[in-house]
């Protein structure tokens, strides 16, 4: 892809949605990480039913260390994986507690030391709470980076590296938002919409769903090259049947008198 229709695509990306933001809802960068960390094979609209109540009462990583890993799994049990979640949200706060003061770091390195953190959640906490051009790849990121040509990858690392290799540097803050939301609404896995999308034109998928199709020939006459009329079909009588003698009305009826 060249670089003209990248940057034609971000720019559009952000004509579209100028101030993307995350969906996941918090106030603070732990309950981001929270939020983040619980979302893992999660939808964020259940992820924020899960934490409306949670964040109301233990939004700290010292409430979160206190309730302990039977005190938090009744907030999270509607969200899938939630034993294995509770155990890190737990542990990644008692974490924060004995080495960064109650802190979230601000590093990917000490990101990725805690809990339950991996790259992909490093990066959105980088990006979402303290601002840095990261770019977090998702399996909607992914989707979208190989269909359209934009950053093509065998892998999340792969696509991540083109993505912060090519992304001009006034759309990298939003480049992960823009993206993921066009994966998650309109680049969807199994029929993407593509007569929604306000990169059809720039995009180099080459199975596109909805593509103008083509005319169809109109057949025309060789004396007036006008549309041929149509005539209705000539039905001939199976051989060994004879054909009906056509019958005047005055015979007809004199029939239906007898």
């Not at 579209?16 to 960390?37: R, W």
Request: hydrophobic share 40%.
């Amino acid at each position: 892809m060249t670089p003209a229709k990248r940057r034609a695509i971000f720019e559009r990306l952000r004509d579209a949605n100028p101030d993307p933001k995350t969906e996941l809802e918090h106030s603070t960068p732990f309950e981001l990480l929270v939020a983040v960390v619980l979302s893992a094979q999660s939808t964020d609209k259940g992820v924020n039913k899960a934490t409306a109540q949670l964040f109301r009462d233990a939004n700290t990583p010292a409430a979160i260390a206190a309730l302990g890993v039977d005190g938090l799994t009744p907030y999270i049990s509607s969200i899938g994986l939630y034993r294995n979640k509770a155990k890190n949200v737990v542990a990644l706060a008692e974490m924060l507690l004995r080495e960064h003061g109650g802190e979230v770091p601000r590093t990917r390195e000490a990101l990725e030391q805690l809990p339950g953190v991996g790259r992909k959640t490093a990066n959105v906490v980088l990006n979402v709470a303290f601002g840095e051009p990261t770019i977090a790849v998702d399996t909607h990121i992914f989707r979208v980076a190989n269909r359209t040509g934009l950053a093509p990858g065998r892998d999340v690392v792969e696509v991540e590296s083109a993505l912060e290799a090519t992304t001009p540097d006034a759309f990298r803050h939003n480049a992960h938002h823009w993206l993921i939301l066009h994966g998650r609404y309109v680049c969807v896995a199994r029929t993407p919409k593509c007569p929604e999308c306000v990169i059809h034109d720039l995009c180099e998928y080459p199975a596109k769903t909805g593509a103008p199709l083509p005319p169809v020939p109109v057949r025309t006459t060789k004396r007036s090259r006008e549309p041929a009329a149509r005539t209705a079909p000539v039905v001939r009588p199976a051989r060994g049947v004879q054909p009906m003698a056509k019958t005047s009305r005055a015979g007809a009826a004199r029939g239906r008198k007898r």
